[in-house]
C-alpha cells in the first residue's frame, strides 16, 4: 500500500539553525519535500520566484484567502505570508513528507487543519549557545541581536504545544534525529487507520 506523506512543522528560535537541518534532511534523504511559502513582498536581489518565494500581488493573495487556498497565512511588516495548500497536497499524495518552517502560531493553526501533522521545535543546547550563534553570524547589530532573543523569551512559552523538542548542539546527529522521528510517525496507528482496517477485514474473512 503506498504510503502518504506526513506533513512536518518545524519552528525554532532564531540562531537555532532550523534551516540548516531541513536543507540537510532534503538533501540526505530522498522522502523530503520543502514547502514554498507564498508572499507579498518585493523579490530581494537574487531572489526567484518559485524559489524561495511565490511572489504575488496583495489581490492575489487574499483570494487565496477567499479560496480557502492556505495551509496557514500571517502578516507581517505590512506583507502577507502562506502557504499555499495545493502544493503541499500534492506532495503529501505523492508519498512526500513535507517541511514547512513556520512561526509557533502558524504551526498551532496548521494542527488544526492538519491533526496528524508533526510539529518539531529546534533549540540550541542553551540560551548562551543562542546568542553566542546570534554574534557569530556578524551580520546583526547588538540591538537586533537582542530584539531576537527577547523574541525567543516569548516564543518559548508555546514550546509545549509541539510534539517533539529537538537541541542542535551536534549537526549530524541532529539530522539523524530528526529522520528518526519521522520513520517513527509513519508506524502510529492514527496514520495507518487504512492499513489498520484492510487487515481487520482480511482478518474477519478467515473467520467467516
Not at 506583507?79 to 509557533?104: A, C, F, H, S, W
Not at 491533526?115 to 521545535?121: I, R
Amino acid at each position: 500500500m503506498k504510503r502518504k506523506g506526513i506533513l512536518i512543522v518545524v519552528s525554532g528560535f532564531s540562531g537555532a539553525g532550523k534551516g540548516t537541518l531541513m536543507k540537510r534532511l532534503v538533501q540526505d534523504f530522498d522522502n523530503y519535500a520543502l514547502s514554498i511559502s507564498m508572499t507579498t513582498r518585493n523579490p530581494r536581489p537574487g531572489e526567484t520566484d518559485g524559489k524561495e518565494y511565490f511572489f504575488v500581488s496583495r489581490e492575489a493573495f487574499e483570494k487565496q484567502i477567499e479560496e480557502n487556498g492556505l495551509v496557514e497565512y500571517a502578516s507581517y511588516c505590512d506583507n502577507y505570508y502562506g502557504t499555499p495548500r495545493e502544493y503541499v497536497e500534492q506532495q503529501l499524495e505523492l508519498g512526500k513528507d513535507v517541511i514547512l518552517e513556520i512561526e509557533i502560531q502558524g504551526a498551532l493553526k496548521v494542527k488544526k487543519k492538519f491533526p496528524s501533522a508533526l510539529l518539531m521545535f529546534v533549540m540550541p543546547p542553551s540560551a548562551q549557545e543562542l546568542k553566542r550563534r546570534l554574534v557569530g553570524r556578524g551580520t546583526e547589530t547588538e540591538e537586533v541581536i537582542e530584539k531576537r532573543l527577547k523574541r525567543a523569551s516569548e516564543e518559548a512559552e508555546g514550546i509545549e504545544e509541539y510534539d517533539y523538542i529537538v537541541v542542535n548542539d551536534d549537526l549530524e546527529e541532529c539530522v539523524k534525529y530528526m529522520h528518526s522521528l519521522v520513520m517513527a510517525a509513519h508506524a502510529t496507528p492514527d496514520r495507518n487507520e487504512e492499513l489498520i482496517q484492510n487487515m481487520r477485514k482480511e482478518l474477519e474473512a478467515f473467520s467467516k
